[in-house]
């Protein structure tokens, strides 16, 4: 009988030897000791990676040796021996045990029985298997790469996020990066923004704190994806998100409209959440650190009804600290719990919720001198200093999502997947804000800065579902792998001001120099301001309306083994609308009813083709060209919409695979291009920020990214990157500055990172010492389009140490992170200009800062 082709069947392979890695505290098997089982009918793959959880033998085989046969349901109780000739069966495969612990598959020419060869030891000892190589999923289900909670490699073969199929990285015509587990553990991320340093060309932008988005080969994105749907699409930047719930960080370069429609060129995040596991696993971790730091984070998973048809994941965290900066504290609790339900072996339904509930104080960082003159800079105080007040109320954040995925097989080749994602933000913020927020010149002769008190309530409340079939089929000597969906997206975002946040009160003002003078303002300033002072009475409420659907199709076609061709196109269809009034009901009105046609509608078709050619089993020559498609939410000073941006890239690059594949890299250039851009108005009206379009923009550039083990000991995740962002042409009809020819901001020319990781009894081991070093760099950048200021380059060092020990079974790892090490002062990112002028907030990054963790796993 034929077997149905799998991104990982029937062809070379990248990896030679493929070794799984699953954590066990299983206590020592005598030879004739049984062990239960409860293993579906599913890939040899998959049941091999049960069964190493089960008896915790360390199962090998070459590359590609079990990825065509399908194990039979084990069921009961067996020993060991017994259990690995039911899985084998009829698949000409042999067995035999390298030493105590560890069983290598063979290929059995002479007949298709599996045979063994004896052992020579009556006890196993306790082992732990641990691997990089990722086996088929039951259902090939979308985002679920089956990680270990336990995981530690650093190399990722495959990902789901450029074509939503489960695809090798060497066999894929695009740039895609994965950021896992792994990397934020060891460098005790708990930030997005700390885990995407990692990766080329991507810099977030701000990094404070207050919301976080991210520029992607020279291009601001301010959404990011969870599962593969959009989880934020505010205006003016996504939430900040915690790491504690999430398995890996992808990075898709370059337009993804293909498939997730409405979405900035230079590309998307996506964040993969934990799934539940059918082995125990348990995690509990303390981390403390300067500032007042304190985090505690915790993870469990495991299989609630004793057939696995019912598996839980529970993973959270809860951080409280102060800040390097004056009077800036933060204290956030997030919970993840997550359900999958079984009934059968081809069907699965998850559902997953996310709650955050966070109260900081906002910062928007310090201001740049000499604006304009060709000097301008950082102002030169110490970063500690916190334009901000003592009496200043702390400021409230919450955020809700609700996800479900859906997956069903109905044959081996053809299934069906649906997900589908709630998200309800709400947040209160009470600024000291620069009056005028848009305008440097609140910077009075570089030193006294004029201020105001400005309230703003936000509450977004989006919705995003998709259909997919996928399928896979061959026709001659091609073998295809084809995908065709539907999504829809709606988000609706409002706010309320309160506060003049364009007239300076006198009161307010605050010498940069010696900000701790002014502080103390007194409370009943705030209520006063707060309860009285309105920009604009007609203009108090703001309604944003993003909601665009769209069909998909997609065919990845391999040919020979060695041309892999990948094709497809998106049609869109997106409305958008923007209003605004005394009340949101007034706003709503003026959205759908003025006379001005504050509501649009666009369609557009993107496309995306590429090739990939493998010469070699290590070595993969590619190349690309990709469109997107994205709305513009805007109306210009007389009430006019805007035409959608349009973007479009060229890419070629190499992909290989080195040191026996156990290390991944992917040098790539591209050349994108994008047009009809929304940008802010230097002098906007108080009712619309944004009404100016700058036509042109390009970004090229080249990037390099590497990840993986060098040798056992040794691991590394590395980037580099060239980057030539400018503004091509330039709008200049409302009289503003021409910024033709200028960089882009906050985009270095070139910018890179080194992490290595050196473990003395090899990566994975259950015990031991190791440490890491790393280093992150960026060139000088401008730090607006006009480029009337400028932050320096910076090489930051970060080293962390940690020894692992095994006690009653459980396995506790000390830990010390040192960020910094060397106490450089730098300076991270601006404001992105939705809420302040870039020159009046410049984020510094954080001095010499030590984090200490424990960690106990079992």
Known sequence: MKSSKHPFSGRRRAANLAVLFIASTTAAFADNQTVPFNITAQPLGSALTRFSTATGLQVLYEGDMAGSFQAPALKGNYTPDAALRELTQNTGLSYRYSDAGTVTLVKNT????????????????????????????????????????????????????????????????????????????????????????????VHAQPSLGFGTGFIIRGFRSNRTYRNGLVADANLFATSDFDTANLESVDVLKGPAAVLFGRIEPGGLVNLNTKKPMEAPYYSLEQQFGNYDFYRTQWDATGSISGDNELTYRLSGSYQNNNSFRDLISSDRVMVSPTLTWRPTDSTDLSINVEGVEQEFQADFGIPAVNVGTGNGRPAPIPISNTLGDTNDPLDHLSKVYIGTEFNHRFTDDWAIHNRFLMTRTNSDTTILNPADAFDPASLKNNRFLERNIYYQKDEVEGYSTNLDLTGKFEIGPSSHNVLAGFDFTEFHTGYHTLGDWLTPNPALT?????????????????????????????????????????????????????????????????????????????????????????????????????????????????????????????????????????????????????????????????????????????????????????????????????????????????????????????????????????????VPDHSGSLWLKYDRNGSGSPHGFSFGLGAFASGARQGDFENSFQLPGYVRMDAFAAYKLKVAGAKITTQFNIRNILDKEYYESTDPFSTVAPALAIAPGAPLTAIGSIRVEY
């Open 510 to 746: 605050i010498d940069i120099y010696n900000p701790q003078a002014s502080y103390g303002i007194d409370p009943a300033l705030y209520k006063q301001t707060l309860a009285t002072n309105v920009t604009d009475p007609d203009f108090g409420y703001y309604l944003f309306k993003d909601q665009w659907y769209g069909a998909y199709f997609q065919d990845q076609i391999t040919l020979w083994d060695k041309l892999h061709i990948l094709g497809g196109g998106r049609y869109d269809w997106a409305e958008t609308g923007r209003g605004s009034g005394n009340s949101f009901a007034a706003a709503t009105d003026n959205m759908e009813h003025s006379s001005s046609s504050n509501l649009r509608k666009d369609e557009g078709f993107s496309p995306r083709v590429g090739i990939l050619y493998e010469p070699w089993h290590f070595l993969s020559v590619y190349g690309s060209w990709t469109t997107s498609f994205n709305a513009n939410n805007g109306v210009s000073d007389n009430g006019e919409t805007f035409d959608p941006e349009r973007g479009e890239q060229f890419e070629a690059g190499i992909k290989t695979s080195l040191y026996d594949d156990r290390v991944l890299a992917t040098l790539a250039y591209y050349h994108l291009t994008k047009d009809n851009i929304l940008v802010q108005d230097p002098s906007p009206p108080a009712s619309n920020p944004f009404a100016k379009v700058s036509n042109n923009q390009r970004s090229q550039g080249i990037e390099l990214d590497v990840s993986g083990q060098i040798t056992d000991q040794i691991s590394l995740i590395a980037s580099y990157a060239f980057t030539d962002a400018k503004v091509l042409k330039d709008n200049v009809a409302l009289g503003d500055p021409d910024n033709t020819g200028h960089s882009l901001p906050l």
């Open 110 to 201: 002479e007949n298709k029985s599996s045979t063994t060869v004896p052992q020579t030891e009556s006890t196993l000892p306790t082992v732990r298997v641990e691997a990089e190589a990722v086996q088929e999923n039951e259902i090939d289900d979308f985002y679920n790469p089956n990680y270990d909670g336990a995981n530690s490699f650093y190399k990722r073969s495959n990902s789901a996020t450029a074509t939503k199929t489960n695809t090798l990285i060497m066999e894929n015509p695009v740039s895609i990066q994965v950021v896992p587990r792994a990397v934020m553990d060891d460098q005790k991320s708990s930030r997005i923004k700390d885990a995407l340093e990692n990766v080329s060309g």
